[in-house]
């Protein structure tokens, strides 16, 4: 199952007992209740394993009837949704993306879409929330502090829409998502990012980038780092390596700039 470990801490699960989890039946983190109930979704989504009645007789003791098809009603959803982000190839935030223990003060991220649309985009989708945005800040560990603005809903005051965004966040790293027809927008903006906060870093990922890497690092207006490919892992290394200030060598998918050019890493494998 894909199992959240930011959802199980902002509802108050102790980041011990998520630490445990792949090893409840040994843990004092939990008592017989949530034993019982772990075991039975176990045996539910391991193909491997096929539901004992010793497992049934044990989740009957701690539940009732309807509390069971409760129970049982919740692990198929949750299986679910784990095939459905198979299929679309979704990175899931298991128990991997728990915050280390080197973590210090969060970062603050902020995630911009360029403004330009197609000029026959319908209107629906230009206002439908920017998933691909909104899956690398789901993607980041949990105590950074990550703003998504997505620049297509006020292209008539982008200029002020930026400056505001940047003045009342302070950003340590904007990263801007660019398709080939943004490209020109998405150098002036670095433009303006460079001279509102010149401290800040700079990434940019999405298909342009991507495809196209030479059009963003012989440029005056050259970001720091271009992310390409799949961005979700990328850039949450990114971000981890910045914070544990580690270098960037190891980011697979990974291009940044140094004094002597841009460097790139290898590409990271497709996520399966």
């Not at 271009?226 to 910045?242: C, I, K, S, Y």
Request: charged share 25%; net charge negative; aromatic share 8%.
């Amino acid at each position: 199952m894909d199992i959240r470990h930011a959802v199980g801490v902002k509802v108050g699960i102790p980041a011990g007992k998520l630490a445990d989890l792949l090893h409840f039946e040994d843990s004092a983190q939990f008592n017989e209740r949530e034993k019982a109930a772990l075991a039975f979704s176990e045996q539910i989504v391991r193909d491997d394993l096929e539901m004992s009645d010793a497992c049934l007789a044990r989740v009957r003791e701690q539940f009732t009837e309807a509390e069971i098809v409760e129970l049982t009603f919740i692990i198929g959803y949750q299986t679910f949704a784990s095939k459905f982000a198979k299929a679309w190839r979704l990175v899931p935030q298991g128990f991997s993306s728990a915050r280390p223990e080197w973590r210090s003060a969060p970062m603050q991220v902020l995630l911009l879409s360029m403004p330009d649309s197609f000029e026959h985009m319908p209107t629906m989708a230009i206002r439908m929330p920017n998933g691909a945005l909104a899956s690398l800040a789901g993607n980041l560990d949990s105590h950074h502090r990550v703003a998504v603005a997505d620049l297509t809903l006020v292209q008539s005051r982008v200029r002020e829409t930026v400056e505001r965004l940047v003045r009342e966040l302070t950003p340590d790293l904007v990263g801007l998502s660019v398709m080939t027809f943004q490209r020109r927008t998405a150098l002036k903006l670095i433009s303006l990012l460079r001279a509102l906060r010149p401290e800040l870093l700079i990434a940019v990922g999405g298909y342009d980038p991507s495809l196209a890497p030479e059009a963003y690092t012989g440029v005056a207006e050259a970001p720091d780092f271009l992310v390409r490919g799949e961005g979700e892992l990328t850039f949450r290394d990114l971000v981890r390596a910045m914070e544990a200030q580690s270098g960037y060598a190891d980011v697979a998918g990974l291009s940044y700039r140094t004094q002597g050019g841009f460097l790139h890493n290898p590409d990271r494998p497709i996520t399966a």
